[in-house]
């Protein structure tokens, strides 16, 4: 992939990120969209796991997961958060810092409408991040949750299950180049617009 070019760069990141997630898009990578997201445990220790992004929402990053999992519970304690895209392929990965909220009940609810009809059911068969015995007994609960929603159209969001929304303090863009001289471009956010400095590889 060529270089990033001070001068080519939007001035708005999410603008930037979103010509580049196009970019992977079109690559062909699978599941572009998908995200580590980086939190912090009450304890201090970090914890990341990988999500998927599911928009761009006035400038925030969407994801949505069970609110009473792991990464729920880390989240209620410290809102801080990372959000990591490694594209690998195309030697380009973008690193986001920033604050999480949860999504307004509306936004969680147009998302969970959207979602299949088997991805609703895990959702409430699975107590998220919770030990169960064997697999087993975790398709015994999804086959029990099928029952209970037999004739249900639609099934309801579970009141444990929504969205977060991380509205970012700084998004870096970085670019793999020879000799490990990559291209390294921080936004960050200064009075109500970005500031852009080039870091060294």
Avoid: C
């Avoid at 195309?90 to 959207?114: C, F, I, K, M, N």
Wanted: no cysteine; aromatic share 10%.
């Amino acid at each position: 992939m060529p270089g990033i070019d001070d001068g080519d760069l939007n001035a708005d990141p999410i603008a930037q990120f979103a010509v580049w997630l196009q970019d992977a898009e079109e690559a062909g990578l699978p599941d572009p969209n998908a995200m580590v997201v980086g939190t912090i445990e009450p304890d201090g220790r970090p914890s990341s796991r990988t999500v998927l992004l599911k928009g761009l929402d006035g400038g925030q990053f969407a994801f949505f997961t069970n609110r009473s999992s792991h990464k729920g519970a880390a989240l209620a304690h410290e809102r801080r958060v990372s959000l990591l895209f490694p594209w690998y392929r195309l030697h380009r990965q973008v690193r986001v810092e920033g604050v999480a909220e949860l999504a307004p009940e509306a936004v969680s609810d147009a998302y969970w409408a959207t979602r299949p009809r088997g991805s609703q059911v895990g959702a409430w068969a699975s107590a998220q991040s919770e030990p169960i015995a064997t697999r087993a007994e975790l398709d015994a609960r999804e086959a029990a949750t099928e029952a209970r929603f037999d004739g249900v159209e639609p099934i309801p969001r579970p009141p444990f299950w929504g969205g977060y929304l991380v509205t970012p303090a700084s998004i870096e863009f970085w670019q793999g180049r020879p000799s490990r001289l990559h291209d390294r471009l921080l936004y960050t956010r200064a009075d109500g617009g970005w500031n852009v400095t080039r870091l060294q590889p």
